[in-house]
């Protein structure tokens, strides 16, 4: 018999703000076990320097977090002028500097930007990215020295805007498919104005349907798992897990679908849903005239619905 994790059940998404100086790993296990879950894991690594959204999914939550893996992202950077490091941004070594030219102007800024930054764009990943070579975090490697082949990825620049041009720095912000490597770009830019440049803030905004204003800080979360005056463990545990969104909103660009009783014990036990239904591809099944989500399903072309991802139905025993 599988031993039983420690923690308990709770199921839901924390929109983190990540601090600066700390792993995604880090935070995530603080805020596991500030929650005292069972279960959890981020949705798409922030380096240690960056800052910003990192939705932790607990529980059950867990099963749809590679939707918020592979959707679009939004960030806010600041490229410093002049200098390369060998990691690309503010924690490397520096390799080079060069004077940054004098008569820089944001038209020229711009222009770059369109020309190379927007629409579908190949870029090549840094060596210091957490992308792997051979089970190998490249990352590592890197630390170690050693070089080896990155090729290039096809990624998508939904926009990118100049927010800010000084004299050894500008402002970007990037709103990107996954898979998108800001530090490269800030790269590439910098080779273009001939001077270099690497990242030195970079903030994540928006991780698919979750944006900068509903995310909370770290020291704001423990605060709340303090004790105070007249609290119980089980008054504590209530705040918190009214921070948390239902596991369905990290799936909420998919359609509704809505099922009898009958039809979502069927899918729970594994089988399709003979009956017709118009919609058709992924979508998110709820238990008609409730708000009980059963999980994600997907409707063939023939119209049938067949089980895909599903929220567990066992029972919690503690």
């Known amino acids: 018999m599988a031993r039983k994790p420690k923690g308990r059940r709770i199921d839901g998404v924390f929109l983190l703000d990540k601090p600066g100086g700390l792993s995604s790993n880090a935070v995530l296990q603080r805020v596991k076990r500030i929650y005292g879950a069972a279960k959890a894991g981020h949705t798409g690594a922030l380096d240690p320097l960056a800052t910003g959204m990192l939705p932790i999914c607990l529980g059950e939550a867990t099963k749809f977090s590679q939707y918020l893996l592979e959707s679009d992202k939004r960030y806010r950077t600041t490229a410093k002028l002049g200098v390369r490091t060998d990691s690309s941004d503010a924690d490397g070594a520096v390799i080079e500097t060069k004077p940054v030219p004098a008569d820089l102007s ?44 990155v090729k290039p990825r096809r990624v998508t620049i939904h926009e990118i805007k100049l927010l800010d041009l000084r004299e050894d720095e500008l402002d970007l912000e990037v709103y ?19 001077c270099g440049a690497h990242v030195s803030v ?84 709820f238990i008609a005239g409730t708000e009980t989500f059963i999980g994600v399903g997907e409707v063939a072309d023939t119209g049938i619905l067949k089980p895909k991802r599903l929220m567990s139905t066992a029972p919690d025993t503690e």
Request: glycine letters at 8%; proline letters at 5%; one cysteine or more.
């Open 176 to 194: 990107c498919s996954k898979g998108t490597y800001i530090r490269s770009i800030v790269e590439d830019l910098g080779h273009m104005l001939g």
């Open 202 to 285: 970079l903030r994540r905004l928006d991780t698919g349907p979750y944006q900068e204003p509903m995310m909370m800080p770290l020291e704001q979360l423990q605060a709340l798992a303090e004790m105070r005056e007249g609290d119980d463990a089980e008054c504590i545990q209530g705040r918190l897990d009214q921070l948390l969104l239902p596991p369905w909103t990290a799936i909420a660009s998919l359609p509704a679908l809505e099922l009898s009783e009958t039809q979502a014990k069927r899918l729970q036990c594994g089988q399709g849903c003979a009956d017709y239904f118009e919609q058709r591809g992924e979508v998110r099944l």
């Open 106 to 149: 944001r038209e020229q800024v711009e222009a770059l930007l369109v020309e190379h930054f927007s629409g579908e764009i190949e870029q090549v990943p840094s060596m210091f990215s957490a992308l792997k070579h051979n089970g190998q975090p490249l990352y590592k490697l890197a630390r170690q020295g050693i070089e080896v082949e």
